[in-house]
């Protein structure tokens, strides 16, 4: 099966600026999440969704970032006005749910200057 | 907010030797899985092990966990210089929502 799409793969913005990732998870996987790794840590979840709906987007910064998964398909993570801490990379996954663990796309490599 | 917290934070070892690392977490869990993380890139699914179970193989691969101590262990056995790799446990916690540790960097010198 293809596996979780993400684009673009490497970006490079000024702070103030805005940018957006795109991710199109395995089809038929209902449970999309996007988190954030900043160099040296373990991935923190930012957005949780099931089909087209947030579950959990506790840790999710509002004033500056978005979510949204329209149609219940592919998502799209948008950060407005970018900071310089925001520079991490991202990592979006889907799950099928119940025992068979999460497939994380390659991520995207977001640097802040 | 992290969950686990990994020990060691990194480790060095010689090709042919095991490889443990430990994991404990804070709250209650459906699940406890494990992930590898090449440098640069996506994170690999390796093995879950369901909260009622005590202990789960995978070909080089062997996962314990105690919910009473609310701990894991990753065992790899005859480690390869591929195996280089950071590694990380997460924890399915209630709502399907996956939790990471901080992990642990494994490097396998050849």
């Known amino acids: 099966e293809a596996g979780v799409a993400q684009s673009p793969r490497y970006k490079i913005i000024e702070k103030r600026q805005s940018v957006a990732f795109w991710c199109n998870p395995i089809?038929?996987?209902?449970?999309l999440y996007w988190y954030q790794q900043i160099l040296g840590q373990g991935p923190k979840l930012l957005i949780q969704?099931?089909?087209?709906?947030?579950?959990?987007d506790s840790q999710l910064p509002k004033d500056r970032f978005s979510a949204e998964r329209l149609k219940g398909v592919d998502s799209t993570l948008k950060i407005q006005p970018a900071k310089l801490e925001d520079s991490a990379v991202y990592l979006c996954?889907?799950?099928?749910?119940?025992?068979?663990?999460?497939?994380f796309g390659s991520g995207t490599r977001l640097t802040v200057v | 907010s992290q969950q686990g917290e990994e020990d060691p934070q990194a480790l060095s070892i010689q090709e042919g030797e095991n490889a443990t690392m430990n994991c404990s977490y804070k709250t209650s869990i459906n699940n406890l899985q494990w992930y590898r993380q090449n440098s640069g890139r996506g994170l690999v699914h390796l093995i879950l092990?369901?909260?009622?179970?005590r202990e789960k193989h995978s070909g080089r691969l062997r996962v314990t966990l105690d919910t009473s101590k609310k701990s894991s262990s990753l065992l790899i056995t005859a480690s390869r210089a591929a195996d280089t790799a950071s590694y990380f446990c997460a924890t399915e916690q209630y709502g399907n929502k996956l939790v990471f540790g901080a992990g642990t960097i494994l490097r396998v010198k050849s």
């Open positions: 996954a889907s799950s099928y749910g119940g025992l068979y663990g999460y497939t």
């Open positions: 969704f099931q089909n087209n709906g947030v579950v959990d």
């Open positions: 092990i369901r909260s009622n179970e």
């Open positions: 089809s038929g996987h209902a449970t």
